[in-house]
């Protein structure tokens, strides 16, 4: 059996040093706001090269807090992908706006630049672009267009730790950043966890009183905020983490170059990589006529696979109203066509070769 994620195997080889680093917040008693979360921030700011990091609950709230914090006006427009995870487009919603849906481009799934241009209107004040399945979307054409039209920037990098575009982090080049360490991440506590990182230091500012209580100080209370915080013990499992997220991503690359060199074209499109991304592979997305069918049959191989994502936002129940469900977008023409290969620090050779012969097997018999 090959598992698509195995966080078992990941945290047996880290057990002693988790242990001792949950003991040490049990120990401190300091459980919210301790200086476990500062001491985090700091190294994950530090490993992106950014200035602030403020810690919050999950990664939607962060895209979520970060939108509150840039009090746009009511119904203000932002642009985010058709295909992307749900909470994208939920915090935006969640904040009284309104999500308008933009394409992604064929080679690596990440924002078609071309559309998003198009889908400016007076209205809007902002672009999340979401650096998809780790591949960091052309931030350069995604800042020249945000600028000439005095839009903000959030970045989702709930997908992307560490990718970086032109050798820089992502989340740095907008105004925001938004992380998520929902355990199955790159990087992932053992629960649920956040983090919105600026340069901004008012933003950051801001975001931290907006997920602490619009809080000052202890009872004062600037404004109507509300509680999302990164938790100490899910901030001392991610220091410890932190110090392999590299070593994880390089393997992450490697497994990917295994299927770009040993998969066969014939029935599968692999995914394309920009000569400007480093790519952290968060997922390998192939796309393929008949998805199902081999879908179905490398479960019968005992090879898990997934679908990111089945339906676009754009058509689901909670979006189909906006408008934009039968437009002609690529996005479209994927989600019929998309399959997740089995992707992690988890994956020896021999996985991955049988993985590899098991696809490519269906490749010839398809032919
Ligand atoms: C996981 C994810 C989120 C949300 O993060 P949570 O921590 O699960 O709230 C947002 N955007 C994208 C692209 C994601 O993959």
Known sequence: MIKFLDLGALHRGL??????????????????????????CQSFADFLGAKYCVGVGNGTDALEIIIEAMD???????????????????????????????????????????????????????????????????????MVAAKSHGLK??????????????????????????????PGKNLGALGDGGAIISNSEELARKCSMLSNHGRVAKYEHEFVGRNSRLDSIQAAVLSVKLLYLEEWNARRCQV?????????????????????????????????????????????????????????????????????????LNAHQMEKRLLSLPMGPHLTDDMVQSVIDAVNSYSRAAQ
């Open 15 to 40: 057990a002693r040093e988790l242990d001792v680093a949950i003991g040490r917040v049990i120990e401190d008693s300091s459980f919210v706001c301790g200086e476990a979360v500062s001491e985090f």
């Open 72 to 142: 746009f006006p009511p119904s203000s427009e932002i642009i985010v992908p058709a295909n992307t995870f749900v909470a994208t487009a939920e915090a935006v919603v969640r904040c009284g706006h309104r999500p308008v849906f933009c394409d992604c481009n064929q080679e690596n799934f990440t924002v078609d630049v071309k559309d998003l241009e198009n889908r400016i209107s007076e209205r809007t004040v902002a672009i999340v672009p979401v650096h998809l399945y780790g591949h960091p979307c052309d931030m350069d054409s995604v």
């Open 153 to 182: 920037v959030i970045e989702d990098c709930a997908q992307a730790h560490g990718a970086r575009y032109r050798g820089r982090s992502v989340g740095t080049f907008g105004d925001a950043g938004a992380f998520s360490f929902y």
């Open 256 to 328: 990917a170059s295994r299927y770009e060199e040993g998969l066969d074209r014939g029935a599968v499109v692999l995914p394309s990589t920009a000569g400007w991304a480093k790519h952290v592979w968060h997922l390998y997305v192939v796309q393929t006529d008949n998805r199902d069918e081999l879908k179905s049959f490398l479960h019968e191989q005992g090879i898990e696979t997934g679908i990111h994502y089945p339906i676009a936002l754009t058509r689901l129940q909670a979006f189909k109203s906006l408008g934009q469900a039968e437009e002609e």
